[in-house]
C-alpha cells in the first residue's frame, strides 16, 4: 500500500516549510521512524521521518520546494506498486459576462504558453514569466535549458541594469526575519531608550567566577548567562515588561523565559532559557552553552525557540555601542547590549577610568509607559552598582 510522506505541522504558527535535503533517494529501502529529508521552517531546521517501512517510490517536491503544512512531499511502498498524481486545486473559473451587442467583442484569452513540466516547475519556483522566453524545443517548446539560460541572463544584471556581482538566494529563515521584523515595527508603538553606565561591578565579578565555573561545568563563563541572571530578577520587580498584548488586553505572564539572540548563518535564532528566575547562574551557563550548540549545528527544537517572554541581544562582541533592537512578537520588550568599553567617567568628583556599557531597551508604548520603562533600566543599573546584591545573584552556590 503506497503512503503519502507529508509536510509536518512542527508547533502552532508553522504554516509552510521549505525541503532543504534529501537523505535518501528515489528506489532506496526505507524503515519507519527513519530520517527521510530535512526541512526548513520558520524557526528551526528538522529532521522528517519515513511515516512506514518501504522503498521511496517518487519524491514530489524537490529541495528548495516550499510546501504547506499537510502538503505531499513524497511517496512511500512496495517496489512496482503505482504512484498516484498529486493533484493541486484547481482554481475558481470566473463568470463569463454577457456582452450587449454594441460592446466591442472582447480579446481572445492569451494562448497557454508550451513548455515542459520540469520548464514549468523551474519557471513557477524562481517567479518567472513563461511568456518572456524563447523555446528552443520543437515548434518553439520551452525546454528545462531554456529557462536556466533565461534565469542565468537576469541574475547578470539587476532591474535598473546594474551588473551584479553575485547573487545569494534569500533562504527561509531570512525571509521568515524580514516578515516577522516588518510585522513587529507595524504593529507595535516601539520607543527605544539608552542608557550608559559603569559596569565594573559585572566585569570584577566574571573574572572573579571565570575560574570557578570553568572548574565545575568546563564552559568558559561569557557575559550571557550574566545578563539573562540580572534582567530575570528585574523582571520580577516590573511584571507588566514580562506581558504580552492579546485581543486588546495586557497578560502579565507568570514565568520569566529569557531568549538570547545567537547569529546563525544568514539570521538570528532566539532560543529561550525557560523560568530563568529561579535557576543558578551554573544552569544558566550550562542550558546557554547548550543551546548556542545547537543553533550553530541546526539542531534547535521547537520547545528551545518557543515561549520567550523578554530578549537580550548582543552586539558588544562586534565593537557595537549602541542600537536600536527590535521586538520578537508576541513579546513587548528587548534588551540590547552594547560592547563593555574602558572610558574617563567622572566618579566622586575625580575622572577615573572605568568600563562602561550603553543599554538599549525597546518596548511597546501601547502597553508601557515611558517612567516604566526608565525605572526598569533603572533598577538594572541600580542592581550592577550594588555590588553585594549583584554578587548574591550571581552566586554559584
Known amino acids: 500500500m503506497v503512503v503519502e510522506v507529508r509536510m509536518p505541522k512542527l508547533g502552532l504558527t508553522m504554516t509552510k516549510g521549505v525541503v532543504k535535503k534529501w537523505l535518501k533517494n528515489e528506489g532506496d529501502k526505507v524503515s519507519k521512524g527513519e530520517p527521510l529529508l530535512v526541512i526548513e521552517t520558520e524557526k528551526i531546521t528538522a529532521n522528517v521521518e519515513a511515516p512506514t517501512s518501504g522503498y521511496l517510490l517518487k519524491i514530489v517536491a524537490p529541495v528548495g520546494t516550499t510546501v504547506p503544512v499537510g502538503g505531499v512531499v513524497a511517496f512511500i511502498g512496495e517496489l512496482g506498486e503505482a504512484v498516484p498524481e498529486v493533484i493541486t486545486q484547481p482554481q475558481p473559473t470566473r463568470p463569463v459576462e454577457r456582452v450587449v451587442p454594441e460592446a466591442p467583442t472582447p480579446p481572445p484569452p492569451p494562448t497557454r504558453v508550451r513548455a515542459t513540466p520540469r520548464a514549468r516547475m523551474i519557471a513557477e519556483k524562481e517567479g518567472i514569466d513563461l511568456s518572456l522566453i524563447k523555446g528552443s524545443g520543437p515548434g518553439g517548446l520551452i525546454v528545462e535549458e531554456d ?19 553575485e547573487v545569494i538566494p534569500l533562504t527561509s529563515l531570512r525571509m521568515t526575519i524580514a516578515e516577522r521584523m516588518t510585522e513587529s515595527l507595524r504593529i507595535m508603538a516601539q520607543v527605544t531608550i539608552c542608557r550608559e553606565e559603569v559596569v565594573d561591578n559585572v566585569v570584577k565579578i566574571r573574572e572573579e567566577l571565570l575560574p570557578l565555573i570553568e572548574k565545575e561545568v568546563g564552559i568558559r563563563l561569557t557575559y550571557t548567562p550574566i545578563l539573562i541572571k540580572l534582567v530575570a530578577e528585574v523582571l520580577k520587580e516590573f511584571p507588566i515588561i514580562n506581558s504580552t498584548l492579546e485581543d486588546n488586553m495586557i497578560k502579565v505572564i507568570d514565568e520569566i523565559n529569557i531568549g538570547f539572540a545567537v547569529a546563525v548563518d544568514h539570521g538570528l535564532v532566539v532560543p ?126
Open 147 to 165: 529557462v536556466i539560460k533565461y534565469l542565468e541572463e537576469v541574475r547578470k544584471k539587476t532591474k535598473t541594469g546594474l551588473r551584479v556581482r
Open 272 to 397: 529561550v532559557v525557560k523560568e530563568a528566575d529561579k535557576k543558578s547562574l551554573k544552569e544558566v551557563v550550562i542550558i546557554c552553552n547548550e543551546l548556542t550548540r545547537k543553533a550553530r549545528e541546526g539542531r534547535l527544537s521547537i520547545e528551545d525557540v518557543s515561549g520567550g517572554t523578554f530578549t537580550i541581544t548582543n552586539l558588544g562582541m562586534y565593537g557595537i555601542d549602541a542600537f536600536t533592537p527590535i521586538i520578537n512578537p508576541p513579546q513587548i520588550a528587548i534588551l540590547g547590549v552594547g560592547r563593555f568599553v574602558q572610558k574617563p567617567v567622572v566618579q566622586e568628583g575625580r575622572v577615573n577610568i572605568a568600563t562602561v556599557c550603553t543599554f538599549s531597551l525597546t518596548f511597546d508604548h501601547r502597553v508601557v509607559d515611558g517612567h516604566t520603562a526608565a525605572q526598569f533600566l533603572d533598577k538594572l543599573v541600580s542592581l550592577i552598582k550594588d555590588e553585594s546584591r549583584l554578587r548574591a545573584v550571581l552566586s554559584v552556590k
